[in-house]
């Protein structure tokens, strides 16, 4: 067998991908991330870290004029960096499918629902129009839906963002991917709203077995809902392993200072990441780019840059990107 097979490929596989919007600093550097089939993998981080930039690029969303360069940026055993125009566009489909912030912005303002659903489908030529309908109320339902087939018939606007958000995560099933990435996508809902979605993706990677990346500035999102988690921090992920794991023995000293406020909110699912003293982290080429906001900080830290060392070797290894992690 090759990596080349998709039963056996995972769905999806970055190595040491950097991605640079001016050219001067990139926004990403050297990222690894693997995302298995089925699985669900968070990333957490402040804003500004890289998470949106890491997320566009997988979908390819990001413009032309910003550089992606490494080693792999793989979906389903396909190279995107290798790939022709062609790949990339019957992979993007099939392949991964985003869910954004503001479900608002997902879809036009000025269609139906029901006809917006329906462009979704332009690639299944073979089917007939009542076919794709058929389609559409089953997702619809799928997501819990109220009433899918009046939902046909609104516009975007006389929906709660809930409900919206609801049928975004239907659109995007639709499209039947392995991956699918969502961004923050319940930061825009109140509570409720959001334990509601989380349920619902829960559901979609146990029943469809769906792989979900999960992008958030929030704990408790990422404590309920992830296998794994990879903590971002200007640019690069400085701490990875499975999420029971980092929660409860966190060695970088940027994922401590995340969780070190409110350590007993963890499990509240509006928590939100408190604030770190210092300033708002930019990607640096020397050194530790946490250094400077670091209590914990060595004189290497600022001139070596930490090597990428394995806390525990399990099945799912325990990574930390520090000087005091390694041996
Ligand atoms: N369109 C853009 N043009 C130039 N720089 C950008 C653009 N979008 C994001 N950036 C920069 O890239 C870095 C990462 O941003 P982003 O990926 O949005 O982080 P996050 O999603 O973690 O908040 C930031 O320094 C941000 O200013
Ligand atoms: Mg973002």
Redo the contacts with the bound molecule.
Sequence with gaps: MTDQMPVTSPVLEMRDVSIS??GIIP?VTGVDLLVRPGEIVGII?E????????AQSILGLLPETVKISGQKLALSGVDLLAASDSTLRNLRGPAAAMIFQNPMTTFSPLHTLGRQLMDLLWRERHLSTLEKRQMILVALQDVGLPDPAARLEAYPFQLSGGMLQRVAIAAALLMRPSLLVADEPTTALDVTMEAQILHLMREIRNKAGVSILMISHHLGVIAELCDRVAV?YA?RIVEEGPVETIFADPRHPYTKALFACEPALISDTAMRLPVIGGEVPRPVDVGCGFAGRCSQVLDCCSVLSPPWVAVHNTDAPHLSRCHRSAP
């Design positions: 919007y001016s926004a981080g804003s500004g870290s890289g998470k949106s930039t890491l971002m640019g």
